[in-house]
């Protein structure tokens, strides 16, 4: 399982079957973000999953409960 940052507001996380990624949007017209969880499987353009959260700690979770992500990895997610 590998884990990379792509910019500022945007991370990348590879496992044997799927290819996240977690980004934060400024969310229009407010001082407050979104944070997008898209999930792709291998070899396959069209995404599996997308949620969208307004918190980061929630999107974090989901990855770590649905994609079995570990904690190790999603500590060092900093958006």
């Avoid at 980061?56 to 079995?68: A, D, H, R, T, V």
């Amino acid at each position: 399982m590998q884990m990379k940052k792509l910019d500022k507001n945007q991370y990348e996380i590879i496992n044997d079957h799927y290819i996240i990624y977690i980004s934060k949007e400024q969310n229009p017209n407010t001082k407050l973000y979104l944070y997008f969880v898209d999930v792709f499987e291998h070899n396959n353009k069209n995404a599996y999953d997308n949620e969208i959260f307004d918190d980061l700690c929630l999107s974090i979770e989901y990855i770590e409960n649905n994609f079995n992500i570990p904690k190790i990895i999603t500590s060092k997610i900093k958006l």
